[in-house]
């Protein structure tokens, strides 16, 4: 069974930074990205950011220059470093496995990122 733990969440002031991890345990075949989305209070769940196999990759406008993905295939491993914070970046964070074939996305717990002066 697929499972995706995040880890790396936290209380951080603006301008601070924060590095999530996502580790995913059992055998994922047909991925068609590894990612991240955010939800905000009373906002809808947005994409983040996108890594694809070949290692190209996706970011929301409103993260670029600030975040950076990537991973580490040997252990199945995506992380988000996240510079640069600010207030508007609060909110649950969620790992994403995206698959060709169903089911079609894995989804981690969530990890809660504040950025708080």
């Known amino acids: 069974q697929v499972q995706l733990v995040e880890s790396g969440g936290g209380l951080v002031q603006p301008g601070g930074s924060l590095r999530l991890s996502c580790a995913a345990s059992?055998?994922?075949?047909?991925?068609?990205?590894m990612g991240w989305y955010r939800q905000a209070p009373g906002k809808q769940r947005e994409l983040v950011a996108r890594?694809?196999?070949?290692?190209?990759?996706n970011y929301a406008d409103s993260v670029k220059g600030r975040f950076t993905i990537s991973r580490d295939s040997a252990r199945n491993t995506v992380y988000l470093q996240m510079n640069s914070l600010k207030i508007e970046d609060t909110g649950v964070y969620y790992c994403?496995?995206?698959?060709?074939?169903?089911?079609?996305?894995?989804w981690g717990q969530g990890t809660q990122v504040t950025v708080s002066s």
């Open positions: 994403n496995v995206n698959r060709a074939t169903w089911p079609y996305d894995y």
């Open positions: 890594i694809k196999p070949g290692g190209s990759t």
């Open positions: 059992g055998r994922i075949s047909s991925i068609n990205a």
